[in-house]
């Protein structure tokens, strides 16, 4: 058993603001908050000392293509058909591989943990591989298990592809850092049976499902014309809002949709900016969490976004969303911080995680106020989501474990990932 | 004479990559780029070795209140009348003094700095001690006299608030780091007759004249129901878009009025963070830089943004003007880089600044490329607005003298600054 004691300026705990106390740890669980250490029990204690910092639960990542990194910046400025045609499909299928992806996910989770993101649910190809990445990193995953209504290298057909999950459920069903989801990729490439088929499945298992939904004009006509009813519609019939499912994107929903979504308190991963930059449209977030909604945040992949900073998205969130719904006091502070950790959570159907309280996980950064940025500071919450930068985290902690230790990673080489890389990024160059 | 010579995997010389090569400065001024130093010129230069990184233009700011910085989250989450009267007000009556004025627009230039920026666009009263302390960090800044129809402690009428102004002219008449500008507050608190007086005043002097307008729906109702006409209308009519100005947001503007900007070249300094946050609207940018208008960046103030960081600035307009306008090629990531650079010299009449070409001021920033959400590394100027952060800028050089050095600020003592704010800090919380 190990015992952490961490000296804060500031813990939020518990959805409050402690000042000056001591966040104590027990093994991989959070203990509590004292304002001193009882003398006989200094010595039980590895002591650290933050006290010009500020403590807050890791954040969570609810929509994300952890191995598109080694895709960032390939193709930037392009319609939405064309980048994919032209440029992100060729280099996937020219590149994928377990190697590919195991690398890419190294590096991909030195710059979550560089963010302060202790989970990131994911949807890709080659999961275990992203596992073992994630693992060896030491950061949560909530990892998807991909499923589509026509064969790829992977699998011939969707029964095929519910196999391969089930390797991996048994693979991963003792490990305390990867959870697996089931992925249908979306209503304009699974039937309504295949998402029936991936809902009984989940089910069995008790996996979340985990789907891209409404994010185009586009699809929401291909949908229309299709099956004459809108996705969520569509999504809601075959009974994915009464089972545990998260939709990611959710841009263009109707009145009566956002009604829906609000009654049955779907799980929403919001990406702002990859749906700026794609040119997707703007998601109506203040209603769907004004009409009950549970709302996240995720980045989507770097190849669209173009990083995996939770906490400058999360900013960009909270204040472009005044202006679209035309109230400056719309999703305050506060509501963002929810979303990046207790909503996220709750979206992922993670239990004892997304806040800092006694019995949870211990998933938490330290913050460095001692920034120019950040002095004077008034309110500890504010400052975190509208001014404080990624590269003010300089502890992150994830199941009690240190995991970034004054912006130094202790899991895994920073410098191997780098080169590694370079490596790969020399290679695909050659096809653009 | 001072000869530097600086090694880069990448510079950003007159609008286009070169690699591999030395940026040569001599002074204050850029040499040149070359691929060797010829072997009997070696000893002339300092020599330094960034072959990790890439050197672009440092970054112009064309709009802000620099020493808001010390009312940064005092208030957030609320209506701008209600932020205004009941926080911002209160505080500046009770707070602003020449020393208050120097302490935080020290900080201000440590953030400015620590983003890339080598010069500010400022707006506020007590320009002198602005000046003072840009002056000392090193900084430049183009510093607005403040012009108003009503009397302050400044001056009691508009005579008087230019008379201040020929003091500040004088004063920085020499001076290589500050111009001075003539701020007509806004078309609600000036009347056309002291824009005017503004014009001659400015133009007799050489000046740029710096101004609000059409910011939010209030003041576009405002001005049309007390002259009958937009805000840009009046402005068009006293002669602003016929001398050198700039116009800070520009949010609401009719089609004519987008088309008579883009005729006349416009100078537009685009605030997006601030105007998302205290939830003024969309400026209709790319409509607006279609047109022929001449688009910039600002931050406005720190207490409405929350920071000063332009960088993430100009990746937040990048992306969000592709989904306002349906087009995901529209500001491409060299566009935002030219807002960044180019316009805003241009906006501002500043000569020999803006681009890194023979001849201009070396004003340039050198960013870290071996950072793990920086590789692969497919365009450095896509990589640049699009994933870097501003704590991946090491170095900064403005006028050709070192300001920062691997994050290390040279011409001020940076904790001497933390502990300013944080002694204003715990005075100004009191009136909260």
Same mark, same amino acid.
């Given at each position: 058993?190990?015992?952490?004691?961490?000296?804060?300026?500031?813990?939020?705990?518990?959805?409050?603001?402690?000042?000056?106390?001591?966040?104590?740890?027990?093994?991989?669980?959070?203990?509590?908050?004292?304002?001193?250490?009882?003398?006989?029990?200094?010595?039980?204690?590895?002591?650290?000392?933050?006290?010009?910092?500020?403590?807050?639960?890791?954040?969570?990542?609810?929509? !994300?293509?952890?191995?598109?990194?080694?895709?960032?910046?390939?193709?930037?400025?392009?319609?939405?058909?064309?980048?994919?045609?032209?440029?992100?499909?060729?280099?996937?299928?020219?590149?994928?591989?377990?190697?590919?992806?195991?690398?890419?996910?190294?590096?991909?989770?030195?710059?979550?943990?560089?963010?302060?993101?202790?989970?990131?649910?994911?949807?890709?190809?080659?999961?275990?591989?992203?596992?073992?990445?994630?693992?060896?990193?030491?950061?949560?995953?909530?990892?998807?298990?991909?499923?589509?209504?026509?064969?790829?290298?992977?699998?011939?057909?969707?029964?095929?592809?519910?196999?391969?999950?089930?390797?991996?459920?048994?693979?991963?069903?003792?490990?305390?850092?990867?959870?697996?989801?089931?992925?249908?990729?979306?209503?304009?490439?699974?039937?309504?049976?295949?998402?029936?088929?991936?809902?009984?499945?989940?089910?069995?298992?008790?996996?979340?499902?985990?789907?891209?939904?409404?994010?185009?004009?586009?699809?929401?006509?291909?949908?229309?014309?299709?099956?004459?009813?809108?996705?969520?519609?569509?999504?809601?019939?075959?009974?994915?809002?009464?089972?545990?499912?998260?939709?990611?994107?959710?841009?263009?929903?109707?009145?009566?949709?956002?009604?829906?979504?609000?009654?049955?308190?779907?799980?929403?991963?919001?990406?702002?900016?990859?749906?700026?930059?794609?040119?997707?449209?703007?998601?109506?977030?203040?209603?769907?969490?004004?009409?009950?909604?549970?709302?996240?945040?995720?980045?989507?992949?770097?190849?669209?976004?173009?990083?995996?900073?939770?906490?400058?998205?999360?900013?960009?969130?909270?204040?472009?969303?005044?202006?679209?719904?035309?109230?400056? !006091?719309?999703?305050?502070?506060?509501?963002?911080?929810?979303?990046?950790?207790?909503?996220?959570?709750?979206?992922?159907?993670?239990?004892?995680?997304?806040?800092?309280?006694?019995?949870?996980?211990?998933?938490?950064?330290?913050?460095?106020?001692?920034?120019?940025?950040?002095?004077?500071?008034?309110?500890?919450?504010?400052?975190?989501?509208?001014?404080?930068?990624?590269?003010?985290?300089?502890?992150?902690?994830?199941?009690?474990?240190?995991?970034?230790?004054?912006?130094?990673?202790? !899991?895994?080489?920073?410098?191997?990932?780098?080169?590694?890389?370079?490596?790969?990024?020399?290679?695909?160059?050659?096809?653009?």
């Amino acid at each position: 058993m190990s015992k952490t004691a961490i000296y804060a300026k500031y813990i939020y705990y518990d959805g409050k603001i402690v000042e000056d106390s001591y966040l104590l740890i027990n093994d991989e669980k959070v203990e509590k908050v004292v304002k001193e250490i009882p003398e006989n029990q200094k010595y039980d204690y590895k002591i650290i000392e933050r006290s010009n910092s500020a403590i807050f639960p890791g954040f969570i990542n609810t929509h !994300t293509h952890l191995p598109m990194v080694y895709f960032r910046g390939l193709a930037d400025d392009l319609p939405l058909m064309e980048w994919l045609q032209k440029y992100i499909w060729p280099a996937e299928n020219r590149w994928l591989s377990d190697e590919f992806v195991y690398d890419a996910t190294l590096l991909a989770a030195c710059e979550l943990i560089k963010s302060g993101t202790i989970c990131a649910n994911d949807m890709y190809f080659y999961s275990d591989s992203i596992a073992q990445a994630l693992i060896n990193a030491g950061v949560k995953g909530v990892l998807g298990a991909g499923v589509l209504d026509f064969p790829t290298k992977f699998a011939k057909n969707p029964d095929e592809y519910l196999d391969k999950a089930k390797l991996l459920i048994e693979k991963y069903r003792d490990n305390d850092l990867i959870n697996i989801a089931i992925c249908p990729h979306a209503p304009y490439t699974v039937s309504p049976e295949n998402y029936k088929k991936c809902i009984a499945f989940a089910e069995r298992y008790g996996l979340v499902i985990h789907t891209h939904l409404a994010e185009t004009e586009w699809e929401v006509n291909e949908i229309y014309n299709k099956y004459g009813k809108t996705p969520l519609k569509l999504m809601d019939e075959v009974g994915m809002l009464d089972t545990k499912s998260i939709f990611a994107h959710m841009v263009h929903l109707t009145d009566e949709e956002i009604e829906v979504a609000g009654k049955k308190k779907v799980n929403i991963s919001h990406c702002l900016e990859s749906n700026f930059k794609l040119a997707s449209g703007f998601a109506r977030v203040k209603e769907l969490l004004d009409k009950g909604a549970n709302v996240s945040i995720g980045t989507d992949g770097a190849a669209s976004n173009n990083d995996l900073d939770i906490l400058v998205e999360a900013s960009v969130v909270t204040k472009f969303h005044k202006a679209y719904s035309g109230d400056a !006091t719309a999703l305050d502070a506060k509501t963002a911080l929810d979303m990046l950790t207790i909503n996220a959570a709750k979206g992922l159907y993670l239990e004892n995680t997304g806040q800092i309280k006694e019995g949870n996980f211990a998933d938490f950064i330290i913050v460095n106020l001692d920034k120019v940025h950040l002095q004077p500071l008034y309110n500890p919450v504010s400052q975190l989501i509208y001014a404080a930068k990624s590269s003010d985290i300089t502890d992150v902690f994830i199941n009690g474990k240190h995991i970034m230790e004054n912006r130094k990673i202790l !899991t895994i080489d920073e410098e191997e990932v780098l080169d590694k890389a370079k490596y790969w990024g020399k290679k695909i160059s050659g096809v653009k």
